[in-house]
Antibody, heavy 128, light 110 residues
Framework: EVQLVESGGGLVQPGGSLRLSCAVS????????MDWVRQAPGKGLDWVGH??????????KYAASVRGRFSISRDDSKNSLYLQMNSLKTEDTAVYYC???????????????????WGQGTTVIVSS | QSVLTQPPSASGTPGQRVTISCSGS????????MYWYQQFPGTAPKLLIY???QRPSGVPDRFSGSKSGTSASLAIRGLRSEDEANYYC???????????FGGGTKLTVL
């Protein structure tokens, strides 16, 4: 069974840091890209960023709102995905989901194709 | 302010056909596939439609997606009470180099 389990959420003060983890099982993690998506209380879905599979050099992309503050990494030997969040702001308060990213290649270019499996989410609260 | 625009709410009675629209631009919907996610309160989103009109295994064929130009829609026929949920449209945006979502549509089954 494909499973994604996030952990590491909690309460942190503005300006602080937090590291989220996503433990993966049930599929070949190293073959897949992975995304982080968040959802503020009572709001819609907001893409945070993704890390591509090793065949695409584990390259990363981020939403403008978190670029320079958040960093996504992965450890294929541990089937784990990470989200390092620094300089946290109150507006980063949200449930953070990891999701398996689908992709294909068109004329050699990597093309994201949606997110087909999601974790249950972990809650991050940024407050003084 | 979401990059993709959806109506905040939709409703229908059991058995009816309901459609949810989503509009964007040439940098997202106009040049990329459309994706739809279903989310029940307090749970994670679930992929409902991919590549604009494909259903993952296990998704009933009552759900269908379509895309035309810079707009897309999700149709649900034979509406059932268990379809009451929030629905989000999403597409890759070439200008932003990232995924964009609609603000979500809360579907109520009357």
């Amino acid at each position: 069974e494909v499973q994604l389990v996030e952990s590491g959420g909690g309460l942190v003060q503005p300006g602080g840091s937090l590291r989220l983890s996503c433990a993966v099982s049930g599929f070949t993690f190293s073959d897949h890209s992975m995304d982080w998506v968040r959802q503020a209380p009572g709001k819609g879905l907001d893409w945070v960023g993704h890390i591509r599979h090793k065949g695409n050099s584990n390259s990363t992309k981020y939403a403008a709102s978190v670029r320079g503050r958040f960093s996504i990494s992965r450890d294929d030997s541990k089937n784990s995905l990470y989200l390092q969040m620094n300089s946290l702001k109150t507006e980063d308060t949200a449930v953070y989901y990891c999701a398996r990213g689908l992709y294909d290649y068109v004329w050699g270019d990597y093309r994201p194709r949606g997110m087909d499996v999601w974790g249950q989410g972990t809650t991050v609260i940024v407050s003084s | 302010q979401s990059v993709l625009t959806q109506p905040p709410s939709a409703s229908g009675t059991p058995g009816q056909r309901v459609t949810i629209s989503c509009s964007g631009s040439s940098s997202n919907i106009g040049n990329n596939f459309m994706y739809w996610y279903q989310q029940f309160p307090g749970t994670a989103p679930k992929l409902l439609i991919y590549r604009s009109n494909q259903r993952p295994s296990g998704v009933p064929d009552r759900f269908s997606g379509s895309k035309s130009g810079t707009s897309a829609s999700l149709a649900i026929r034979g509406l059932r009470s268990e379809d009451e949920a929030n629905y989000y449209c999403s597409s890759w945006d070439d200008s932003l180099s990232g995924w964009v979502f609609g603000g979500g549509t809360k579907l109520t089954v009357l």
